[in-house]
């Protein structure tokens, strides 16, 4: 008894310590999301991953690994394989024969299994999040409240255009198997972008993740498997740069669809010009913020947040360029310097953060040397203290030409550089000013001078009063070299489509099966579904879509905060029921 008074008083003594310290100072303290059940899934794979094609794990002999790491840490998560010619034939080829099944499937037999995806997504939600996070060095937050909600959201909006493929797209038919590939900075989200409307517009996919981030991917596919999508219908491959340009130079890979630097983006156009590939590009951009004297300062000042300090500035369509108008911005920018310094960095995984790590250390040297370029021109640069490792502070540059390297290339980093302007006409030939064209953002209380700027800025998405916010109904995508195409929306959909006047096939849903729903215990990790059909004709399987019952509380049904199910039993253990599960 006296050994455990002992240790209790210890406790109390350290606890009150780390308290009054937290007082002293009046910051957060930590508050770190649980990793083990990443950390468990990883182990149910041996830490060792492979491609993931036919709804199977496939560990080809005598090939080269990569381990992928945490970016706030530094520690190894898992390996993985990086892959050769071969391994895109067989991926390839496995897409190219589910394409003759998936392809036959009615539009709304499809929606029955990107509904069935969306589900899982949203039971498996956490494990996706915290695994994006330690994978890409994010913040919890932002993979929690952003990154995955918009890919289920994505999945539940093609889903339905699936479902009205034959009478609205009426003379469009699939185009066969779509190369995707995707960039390091939204593994996850800009995967679902290229997915989505592929499988809805019955199309089947074989996806190539960037070389740092490809554990999200591979648990997306094992996902998919797990709510039922058939063989071959969507696969994934890993490997290095030269595996991108064996993807989507495959003589049977109908459509490339990129999203990554205009460098890369260019090197694809050339090589597959000539092949009849259709290839659509989302690359680089060098985004303007203008904030005129009539916008409410202190919400412009957490738009300039959102818009170039999200992601650690990691983002395509970042507002990396601050135009403020002269009246407002020495007021404006000592506004942006405050705000600053209120930026936490840290932890990807401490729900107090807003910004996490730099994807390595190579990126990390990348940014520098733009700021230390910019510093060696003249310019002022302030920023606030980092944490040692693979960070990089939030940076504003001020005092810049309009022809100097941080203004007119991409930096993709947490860097903002800010320039002033006297009218609407000058800050729009400065908006403009760049060969880019993905993004830009109007801040102002004058409705008629927004939406006037707004029109005459060259950029495939502008924003109002805010910066960043997307949604799967709204086509995203660039003018010049920011590439061409557009994810999301009725727009997007044309991607992956071909002229056509051919009939689709009807079909019928069987009964569904109660029994089949996911329970609680089953939403941390995903299990391979090992009854999936390797082959869907029109009277096929359709997979069992995992529900959520509802609750009902204040005068609506409504999901538990947590997506789960929990399972009511008979005397004998015979389940015979499910009922929302809630929480506190």
């Known amino acids: 008894l006296s050994v455990r008074m002992a240790g209790q008083a210890q406790l109390s003594?350290?606890?009150?310590?780390?308290?009054?310290?937290?007082?002293?100072?009046?910051?957060?303290?930590?508050?770190?999301?649980?990793?083990?059940?990443?950390?468990?899934?990883?182990?149910?794979?041996?830490?060792?991953?492979?491609?993931f094609i036919n709804n199977s794990w496939v560990y080809p002999d005598d090939r080269k690994t990569y381990e992928t790491k945490d970016p706030c840490r530094g520690t190894v998560l898992a390996s993985t394989i990086q892959g050769t010619q071969e391994d895109v034939n067989n991926a390839v080829i496995a897409a190219k024969e589910a394409f003759k099944s998936w392809n036959s499937l009615s539009g709304h037999a499809r929606a029955r299994y990107l509904y069935?995806?969306?589900?899982?997504?949203?039971?498996?939600?956490?494990?996706?999040?915290?695994?994006?996070?330690?994978?890409n060095g994010k913040t919890i937050r932002e993979t929690r409240d952003c990154d995955v909600p918009l890919v289920a959201r994505h999945l539940y909006y093609h889903a339905g255009w699936a479902q009205l493929m034959n009478s609205q797209m009426i003379g469009w038919k699939s185009i066969g198997v779509v190369g995707a590939i995707v960039p390091w900075n939204f593994p996850l989200m800009l995967l679902a972008w290229k997915v989505c409307p592929a499988l809805a517009m019955g199309n089947t996919v074989v996806l190539k993740p960037a070389t740092n981030t490809r554990l999200s991917a591979l648990l997306f596919a094992e996902i998919c498997a797990e709510a039922g999508l058939p063989a071959g219908v969507f696969n994934v491959i890993t490997g290095g740069g030269a595996m991108g340009s064996m993807l989507a130079t495959h003589p049977d890979v109908d459509k490339v669809g990129f999203t990554g630097s205009t460098e890369v983006g260019q090197i694809l156009r050339k090589a597959t010009a000539g092949t009849g590939k259709k290839i659509s590009l989302e690359l680089g951009g060098k985004s303007p913020i203008i904030v005129f004297d009539s916008?409410?300062?202190?919400?412009?000042?957490?738009?300039?947040?959102?818009?170039?300090?999200?992601?650690?500035?990691?983002?395509?369509?970042?507002?990396?360029?601050?135009?403020?108008?002269?009246?407002?911005?020495?007021?404006?920018?000592?506004?942006?310097?405050?705000?600053?310094?209120?930026?936490?960095?840290?932890?990807?995984?401490?729900?107090?953060?807003?910004?996490?790590?730099?994807?390595?250390?190579?990126?990390?040297?990348?940014?520098?040397?733009?700021?230390?370029?910019?510093?060696?021109?003249?310019?002022?640069?302030?920023?606030?203290?980092?944490?040692?490792?693979?960070?990089?502070?939030?940076?504003?540059?001020?005092?810049?030409?309009?022809?100097?390297?941080?203004?007119?290339?991409?930096i993709f980093g947490p860097v903002l550089i800010a320039m002033p302007f006297r009218t609407a006409k000058e800050a729009i030939s400065l908006a403009n000013n760049t060969i880019y064209g993905l993004g830009a953002s109007v801040f102002t209380e004058q409705m008629t001078l927004a939406i006037e700027t707004a029109k005459m800025i060259k950029a495939g998405a502008v924003w109002i009063n805010c910066h960043n916010m997307f949604d799967a109904a709204a086509g995203f995508g660039g003018y010049k070299q920011s590439g061409f195409g557009r994810d999301g929306g009725k727009e997007g959909l044309f991607e992956y489509v071909k002229p056509s006047w051919q009939s689709r096939l009807s079909f019928e849903a069987p009964e569904f099966d109660l029994k089949k729903f996911g329970a609680s215990y089953m939403a941390d990790r995903p299990s391979l579904n090992t009854a999936t059909p390797q082959i869907v004709s029109a009277d096929g399987i359709l997979p069992q879509?995992?529900?959520?019952?509802?609750?009902?509380?204040?005068?609506?049904?409504?999901?538990?905060?947590?997506?789960?199910?929990r399972v009511i039993s008979d005397a004998k253990g015979k389940a015979f029921a499910l009922v929302g599960e809630s929480n506190r």
């Open 116 to 135: 069935s995806i969306a589900r899982h997504v949203q039971k498996h939600s956490r494990l996706l999040a915290v695994l994006e996070s330690l994978d």
């Open 295 to 410: 916008a409410d300062l202190d919400s412009a000042v957490e738009g300039v947040v959102d818009a170039i300090w999200f992601n650690q500035g990691q983002v395509c369509s970042a507002g990396s360029r601050l135009l403020v108008q002269e009246p407002v911005f020495d007021r404006f920018i000592e506004k942006v310097k405050q705000r600053m310094k209120t930026l936490r960095l840290g932890s990807s995984l401490d729900k107090t953060m807003d910004m996490g790590a730099i994807i390595d250390e190579t990126q990390q040297k990348f940014i520098a040397e733009y700021v230390d370029d910019a510093q060696k021109g003249g310019a002022e640069v302030f920023q606030v203290d980092a944490p040692s490792g693979c960070y990089y502070p939030p940076t504003l540059i001020t005092g810049v030409g309009t022809t100097s390297r941080t203004v007119v290339e991409e």
């Open 545 to 565: 879509v995992d529900r959520t019952y509802k609750l009902y509380y204040g005068g609506a049904q409504k999901r538990p905060d947590a997506n789960y199910c």
């Open 13 to 51: 003594s350290h606890t009150s310590i780390s308290i009054s310290k937290i007082f002293d100072t009046m910051e957060y303290g930590p508050a770190l999301e649980d990793e083990s059940v990443v950390q468990a899934w990883l182990d149910d794979h041996d830490r060792k991953f492979g491609h």
